[in-house]
């Protein structure tokens, strides 16, 4: 561990806290989130004579569907077009809350080290 002189780390430790509360704000400001994947697809429907059997693009569709994950098992909600935007942007919420919580995490390892670092000098 570097040291740093006590007035620096007081410095740093401040800027950790200011960082790591702006962080926390953004994920209070989060709106409902959902884990997944939201696909497009084109299908064959049951008919043998129907065009979407010869010409993948004669298939039916547009068919939205959010897929993700409940104890290892795949899970496959389909979508009426209309709502199709609620479960895009709740996709993007989950993914801009697990980015700041890596970013916590990075964060919270960098103060953890300058607070030990502060208690460290305190010491002596």
């Known amino acids: 561990m570097q040291t740093t002189s006590p007035t620096k780390l007081a410095t740093l430790i401040r800027a950790d806290g200011q960082r ?5 704000r953004q994920i209070v400001q989060l709106d409902y989130f ?11 429907c049951g008919h043998k004579q129907c065009a979407c059997h010869r010409d993948p693009a ?8 959010c897929t993700y994950k409940v104890h290892n098992k795949t899970v496959n909600l389909r979508l009426h077009p209309a709502v199709t935007p609620l479960y895009r942007a ?5 993914r801009k809350l697990k980015s700041l919580l890596g970013r916590m ?3 919270s390892r960098q103060a953890l080290a300058h607070l030990a670092q502060q208690r460290l000098l305190g010491r002596h």
Do not use: D, V, W
């Not at 790591?20 to 926390?24: C, D, N, Q, T, V």
């Not at 959902?34 to 064959?44: I, N, P, S």
């Not at 004669?58 to 569907?65: M, N, S, T, W």
């Open 105 to 107: 995490e990075r964060l």
């Open 34 to 44: 959902c884990k997944g994947t939201l696909l497009q697809r084109r299908m064959k």
């Open 90 to 94: 709740a996709i993007q919420q989950s």
């Open 20 to 24: 790591f509360a702006s962080l926390k």
């Open 58 to 65: 004669k298939r039916h569709g547009p068919y939205f569907e």
